[in-house]
């Protein structure tokens, strides 16, 4: 039961029934929401404010009529006109009662809803480079995309979860060129990595495998000859690395596209140029020198551009290279008209914090590939700075540079790992303090939550100890008088409560997971608020040995918040502990 979503349905039926004339495509254009103070009432909406100018009346004037209608509502308690037009509803006890109700029939499923309508989306997320393992400038974009797909997915889309191999490019050359080095050391040879290879000792194992299989013969051949089957072979074993590095926070993909296959003769690049050419996208010019520091791809010459200033963006792009190559950005509308065609006109990119000055070009790319039936939205994941007890961390022998992301989870845990990142927006640098990730304290929030969790299920536990005749199988809790519930402290809870399906519709829609792990905070603050109350103020605990039935209203009530917590950390792919050491 979603309230925000009944009331709106209800203001809109009340709109037709008093201005019958009035656009029905208005109707949908309102909101109802909590109000900004909680004081002034449960929900509000802008409802005549909306529709007034299209009527030729004044918003108070709509407001009015509207609030005298839904004085006759038995749902509603109270209904009053604020400043220029607004709503604000007080809701009869019972309509609280009956959202608690049902979050106990809906269970796994309560705030589920069909906002999506099926639509298919395309969320690319993590693509890294294949050249090592996964390191901690990857994790962050690698939990926001899946969780983002797991909300959408639950709210009605049909999700694709894809990751772009990048092994098209001159660090694949690179890759390879490393591989074959651990190669000869495997052999015995006495090697030393030059700068700009890859020193880390994830290559150690390829080389290793390299030798058990061929022996020496490779250093028979050319290099030039034996070069792509080690790529081959490098590839395959990063990209087998990077898998098992997402399978430790539980992350996967249902697509893995190759940028090597959009290359080549007859490719989906020249496919999509020459697409481009017949539509008149594509010309022959030069284009004008970069203010400030110039870039290291920029060239003074005639060459092949996309028309993407016609699509928004800042300036045309090149997309060949004074060597005849395709550009990256070339790879990169081809890449997303190989998305459209696969019937995506929905797509969400998730980069790391360099990659901000590809929005502008990939939304024109997708707009002129599609022309204009499909949009993109890039999402930042901007850095992480990773600190024990306020000092940065070190880096990792394992990947020669950089922390990786097992390095991580192996440190923290997967729980810990996922909910921290995500307990901030993507596009705002965040410190991630291992220390204080650790603590088992309310200053950390995963423990702060999974910690409401566990104390719902230790409220039943202490119910089974001190009504041991009380009947607590899940029938009588369904079953429990909840007209009981009337006391502002519980009636309060439910609201936190009632607010999930809104919460994870519009956190689904505004593709903004970070609002679901701020609203299990609050979920979880609310939570040990009563049971602090319930210290303070017997007549508030959860179990009273003298008032069994209000003790069964107030364990719904507990069981509703445990629900909640449950599927709010599901989403987060958060574990949901019975009890936490």
Known sequence: MDVFAL??????????????????????????????????????????MVVAKPLGKNPREVATALAEHFKHDHDVASVEVAGPGFLNFRLADHVWQQVLRSIGSEGDNFGRSNVGAGEKVNIEYVSANPTGPMHVGHTRGAVYGDTLASLMAFTGYDVTREYYINDAGGQVEVLARSALMRYREALGEKIEIPPGFYPGDYLVPVGKALAEEFGDRLLKDDEAAVLPLVKERALAAMLELIKADLAKLGIKHDVFFSEKTLHGQGGDIDLTLQWLRDRGMVYQGRLEAPKGKTPEDWEDREQTLFRAKDYGDDTDRALIKSDGSYTYFAADIAYHRNKYLRGFNHMVNVLGADHSGYIKRLQAAVKAVSLGEAEIDVRICQLVRLLRNGEPVKMSKRSGDLVTLADVVDEVGPDATRFMLLFRRNDAAMDFDFALVKEQ???????????????????????????????????????ADLGLLVHPAELELIRVLAAWPRTVAAAAVAHEPHRIAFYLHDVAAAFHAFWAKGKEDPQLRFVNVEQPKLTLARLALVDAVRQVLLNGLTLLGVSAPEELS
């Not at 309310?442 to 009947?471: G, I, K």
């Open 441 to 479: 304290t309310r200053d950390n929030p995963v423990f702060y939550v999974q910690y409401a969790h566990a104390r719902a299920f230790s409220v039943f536990r202490t119910a089974a100890r001190d009504l041991p005749a009380l009947d607590l199988s899940d029938a009588t809790i369904k079953a």
């Open 7 to 48: 009331f709106s349905t209800r203001i809109a039926a009340a709109l037709h029934v008093l201005f019958p004339e009035l656009d029905k495509a208005l109707l949908s254009r309102f909101v109802v929401e909590p109000p900004r103070d909680a004081g002034h009432g449960d929900i509000s909406s802008n409802a005549a």
